[in-house]
């Protein structure tokens, strides 16, 4: 059902109170406009700046009472009224506080008002949320961001007030997917500035401007999708289930009766290229990758954290099919099980408000999540249906370690056939993917101080002077390992190796043998 429709069945459902929350004003004034030319109603816009305006069936609108900005006085205005008609209250977020009490008990009265003569008043806002006072009395409609054929109108209205011709390629409008109204309207004029005309050529200019502009919510990152599955050695069994889960996106697949993928967890140790599959798996399936930073979600003014995970999931709604990375999901989920004592509940609020998206999002949004601790996360983001699974990335086996090993000598201009990697991937035993790039890069370092062309002695010699984290984190991984045993699967079909012994003792500070002048003399 659309928004649209949604309005006016309130309306005639009786409704006499609504809120509509969008940023889009120019929309939201649209559906209002609609519902009272369907209902014979006459509109008037109130905002605190322009007072009352009066407004046409075309939206074109004329000062009534430009004196008329207190909403106190206005209130009972439209309370006492004998005439019929429909009322947008804009911007009236600052008046639905607890120190506006008057203001909402009015607004209260307004809900309560008798049938005859019919009277809406609508409350427009940037953001849901209403004070406890009228959250059982007013109906929220939440309006999602535009879609294609939203778009369109959008496009065809720049290019028409720009004096440019606008070709409405199906590219150009899934480049302005995820953009409100008015930061669609502005990358589409800066398009035509540039070219001339909005066609195919302009997308990916619009691109960019929806990169900058997503970037600026501080929530979601844009990221560029350049990794390919075959950067990532290993993994196998993960690979294969990738693979066809990906196939669930094609064509035929709803026919099918198959349901669009929800997404996957990925816990593990650090360092072994969890964060990279979820870069290849965007590129692999052509999606746009939204990396989601939870630390940011969290803002100090009542109402923003809840607002700003909405907006995050609106945009990657809009954005579908495209893949959401959430990286080390844990250390957002901190301090959920003590939120009603040290945050007034915003942190277990905003995680249920996620939670309950992953179960019942029915676009195709795929989810990837990584994890390093396991102790941290709630039981209720483990269950089944939040994800379609859970694997367990573990540390690469030998043969994995030559592989690894071998992709970022290619990446460094090398032919790995000029290199000893079964010694080294020997050498290696119980280092991540990530241990196993830097010391390719440090090997580099040192053949170029040397003078020398980069050989198998100075990456052996790197690998022999790094501490690996399977030896200051040996517990940890362990643990890690029989908890997966039987709560996830494994990623890679090979047995995990042993860690390795522990010959060589950590580095520890040195003890200084001097005696301390200050320690009394034994009395005789």
């Known amino acids: 059902m659309s928004a649209y429709e949604q309005l006016l069945h309130l309306c ?65 205005q439209i309370r006492a009224s004998e005439e019929p008609g429909v009322w947008i209250l804009e911007d009236f977020h600052p008046f639905l506080r607890e120190e506006h009490h008057p203001v909402l008990r009015w607004l209260r009265e307004l809900a309560r008002m008798p049938a005859e003569p019919r009277r809406l008043v609508v409350l427009s806002t940037p953001l849901p949320g209403l004070p406890p006072d009228l959250r059982k009395e007013v109906p929220t409609l939440e309006l999602a961001l535009p879609g294609v054929d939203d778009l ?77 599955m075959s950067d990532v050695g290993g993994l196998d069994q993960l690979k294969t289930w990738l693979d066809r889960r ?89 301090g959920m099980g003590s939120s009603d004592q040290t945050d007034g509940g915003t942190t277990a609020r905003v995680v249920g408000t996620l939670l309950t998206w992953m179960q019942e999002k029915r676009d195709p949004v795929f989810v990837v999540a990584t994890a390093n601790r396991i102790d941290m996360l709630p039981p209720e983001l483990l269950r089944k249906g939040r994800f379609d699974e859970i694997f367990f990335v573990d540390l690469p086996t030998a043969a994995v370690r030559r592989e690894i090993l071998a992709i970022h000598l290619k990446k460094k201009r090398r032919d790995p056939d000029d ?60 643990g890690l390992r029989q908890w997966a045993k039987v709560r996830a699967r494994l990623a890679s079909g090979q047995a995990p190796e042993s860690l390795p012994a522990d010959s060589a003792e950590a580095p520890r500070l040195r003890q200084e043998a001097t005696r301390n002048p200050f320690i009394p003399a034994a009395r005789p």
């Open 12 to 76: 005639r459902a009786g409704a006499n109170l609504l809120h509509v929350a969008s940023y889009e004003w120019e929309r939201v004034r649209g559906l209002v406009v609609g519902v009272a030319n369907e209902t014979g109603l006459t509109l008037r816009i109130w905002s605190q700046s322009g007072g009352l305006l009066r407004c046409d069936d075309a939206g074109l609108t004329e000062v009534e009472d430009e004196t008329a900005t207190d909403p106190l006085a206005l209130l009972p």
């Open 152 to 228: 369109r109108v959008v496009l065809d209205d720049a290019a028409r007030a720009l004096g440019v011709q606008a070709y409405a390629d199906e590219a150009l409008l899934d480049a302005a997917r995820g953009l409100t109204v008015m930061e669609a309207r502005l990358a589409f004029g800066q398009a035509a500035a540039e070219f001339g005309r909005l066609d195919h050529g302009a997308v990916p200019l619009v691109a960019r401007e929806k990169e900058r502009i997503i970037k600026q919510s501080e929530v979601l990152e844009y990221y560029p999708t350049d990794a390919r």
């Open 246 to 334: 990906g196939r669930a996106f094609g064509a035929g697949a709803r026919d099918f009766g198959l349901d669009a993928p929800k997404g996957v967890m990925l816990l593990g140790v650090q360092g072994c290229g969890k964060s990279l599959l979820a870069k290849a798996v965007a590129a692999t399936w052509q999606f746009p990758l939204l990396r989601f930073d939870m630390g940011k979600v969290f803002g100090g003014i009542v109402g923003q954290s809840e607002g700003n995970i909405r907006t995050a999931l609106q945009v990657a709604q809009a954005l579908a099919p495209c893949v959401l990375w959430i990286d080390e999901i844990e250390k957002g989920l901190a």
């Open 419 to 478: 290199y000893d990697l079964d010694d080294l991937a020997t050498r290696s035993t119980g280092f991540s993917g990530a241990e196993l790039e830097e010391a390719v890069r440090e090997g580099l370092y040192d053949a170029f101080a040397e003078g020398r062309e980069l050989a198998t002695e100075h990456i052996a010699r790197a690998i022999d002077a790094t501490f690996p984290l399977s030896r200051t984190m040996r517990d940890q991984i362990e």
